[in-house]
């Protein structure tokens, strides 16, 4: 245990006067040997009790989003912390054959965000592989010398354990460099291993969200594309596409504005239901898509803070005065081109300067790619504006072309005789009879809710003003929700 040593500078020291002092060493062993065992027991429940502590802490931290963009940050900062490394990298699978590194916290020369490993390429898709954590504590491992390359300053030590929730891998994390400069051990792994489980069962949750959102969207943009294509009405193309969106994006507003004659015009904005030109909102939301549409690929233009981060002047002038004269804070606007030219252009817009992600990008491409192609067809249907009249004659014209001749001057005997007698005897000029009055134009009332309708405030024929209750829905389901 240890030895206990008596000296004198002026004297020499009697044998007989330490036999006092070798009593008390005999009684001082067992009781410093039994404080040592003490102190050491406690400082292992101290740690488990630690360790415990930040194993919770974890768990509340990896759980507190569901937003994988967020999430991802979250862990590797986390495990860096606790595991006093020099940086942790987050490694996802892309497919069975590839994973692709995510995140990372802190510095590592050897590879960059964004770039993959495929099976046998490294020591981490070998992880992702087996499905067995790995501990490399040897600098001079042939593992880390391919990794290094050569460079200065590389891994000398590294750990890497798979994610796997519910049976399944969702990624790997690796963990380089211990700060204190020693290796990384057995204990390390461990607590690596049981960080992993809270990590794969948070990123597990993540991925089914985005699965759901994007279930959502295809949902929504079947819907919305079944509405454009399956009617020629210009108006209700244009409300169809301004509207049907918001309910898997988050935007505040929604304008398509088409060309006509060589101009662009705006033909609809969420939630207005007639375009005044004259209106300054109006005005000013169509000089910018007027500007935006110079371009011929989409534009996102976004204003995080107090200033315009774009760096180009003319952007700075007109985004920045948009945004302060709306409180606006985010645009995307789309071209809406075929093969014959440019349709139009669709925009989104919102107060939240990151309203639109990865998943709402691709959906507004799909949809702009389906909306011009309705809108096309629908503005070439409305520019013949008597092909319902001209239909049925032509098709009359064609039956009558293709009886034969005989019966054709028979018909057009019977057709003179009738003209001559009419001519000869005219008929009254007075008709009497029942008369019904039909509507020129008829609109269709639909509510941008679905629901059941509980009361019906006004019947056919009644008169009505603008911003009169036509119907009321039933509301439970919104009060339970």
């Given at each position: 245990?240890?030895?206990?040593?008596?000296?004198?500078?002026?004297?020499?020291?009697?044998?007989?006067?330490?036999?006092?002092?070798?009593?008390?060493?005999?009684?001082?062993?067992?009781?410093?040997?039994?404080?040592?065992?003490?102190?050491?027991?406690?400082?292992?429940?101290?740690?488990?009790?630690?360790?415990?502590?930040?194993?919770?802490?974890?768990?509340?931290?990896?759980?507190?989003?569901?937003?994988?963009?967020?999430?991802?940050?979250?862990?590797?900062?986390?495990?860096?912390?606790?595991?006093?490394?020099?940086?942790?990298?987050l490694w996802l699978v892309k497919d069975e054959q590839e994973?692709?590194?995510?995140?990372?916290?802190?510095?590592?020369?050897?590879?960059?965000?964004?770039?993959?490993?495929?099976s046998g390429e490294g020591y981490?898709?070998?992880?992702?592989?087996?499905?067995?954590?790995?501990?490399?504590?040897?600098?001079?491992?042939?593992?880390?010398?391919?990794?290094?390359?050569?460079?200065?300053g590389g891994i000398f030590s590294a750990m890497v354990a798979p994610l796997v929730a519910k049976g399944f891998e969702v990624g790997v994390i690796e963990v380089i460099n211990k700060l204190d400069g020693t290796a990384f051990d057995e204990d390390d792994l461990f607590l690596l291993s049981s960080i992993a489980e809270t990590a794969a069962s948070a990123l597990n949750n993540a991925g089914m969200l985005q699965a759901e959102r994007k279930v959502a969207i295809l949902e929504t943009l079947v819907k919305v594309s079944a509405e454009i294509t399956s009617t020629l009405d210009l108006d209700r193309v244009l409300d169809a596409v301004v509207t049907g969106p918001g309910a898997v994006i988050p935007y505040e507003r929604a304008t398509i504005a088409l060309e006509e004659r060589g101009r662009l015009k705006v033909r609809a904005i969420t939630g207005m239901p007639r375009i005044n030109p004259q209106d300054p909102n109006v005005v000013r939301l169509q000089e910018l898509l007027e500007w935006a549409s110079l371009s011929s690929d989409a534009v996102s233009f976004s204003q995080p803070g107090e200033h315009f981060e774009d760096p180009r002047p003319e952007t700075q002038?007109?985004?920045?005065?948009?945004?302060?004269?709306?409180?606006?804070?985010?645009?995307?606007?789309?071209?809406?081109?075929?093969?014959?030219g440019r349709v139009g252009t669709l925009s989104f817009e919102s107060s939240d300067p990151d309203f639109l992600g990865p998943a709402h990008l691709e959906m507004i491409k799909i949809l702009a790619s389906q909306a011009t192609v309705a809108l096309r067809n629908a503005s070439l249907y409305r520019e013949v504006p008597f092909i319902d009249l001209l239909k049925p004659?032509?098709?009359r014209k064609r039956k009558f072309l293709a009886l034969e001749k005989r019966r054709r001057?028979?018909?057009?005997a019977g057709a003179v005789a009738a003209l001559l007698f009419l001519l000869i005897f005219p008929l009254p000029l007075r008709v009497v009879g029942d008369a019904s009055v039909t509507p020129a134009q008829s609109v269709l009332i639909q509510p941008e809710v679905e629901g059941v309708v509980q009361r019906v405030n006004v019947r056919e024929g009644d008169a009505v003003i603008a911003g009169a209750v036509l119907a009321t829905l039933t509301d439970w389901q919104y009060r339970a929700q």
């Open positions: 245990i240890g030895a206990l040593e008596a000296a004198t500078f002026d004297e020499a020291i009697n044998p007989s006067d330490l036999s006092g002092l070798v009593e008390l060493v005999e009684y001082a062993a067992p009781a410093f040997s039994t404080a040592t065992r003490h102190e050491a027991e406690r400082n292992s429940h101290l740690a488990s009790i630690s360790r415990l502590t930040q194993l919770y802490d974890v768990e509340k931290v990896f759980n507190s989003t569901l937003e994988m963009d967020e999430l991802n940050p979250i862990i590797t900062a986390k495990v860096r912390e606790l595991l006093e490394a020099q940086a942790v990298n994973l692709l590194l995510m995140d990372r916290a802190g510095a590592d020369p050897t590879c960059e965000v964004g770039s993959s490993e495929k981490v898709a070998a992880v992702s592989d087996a499905g067995e954590a790995l501990i490399i504590d040897d600098a001079g491992d042939e593992r880390l010398q391919r990794r290094n390359a050569g460079r200065e002038a007109k985004l920045g005065k948009y945004f302060a004269e709306t409180g606006l804070r985010g645009f995307y606007a789309v071209p809406l081109t075929d093969d014959d004659v032509l098709d001057a028979l018909l057009i």
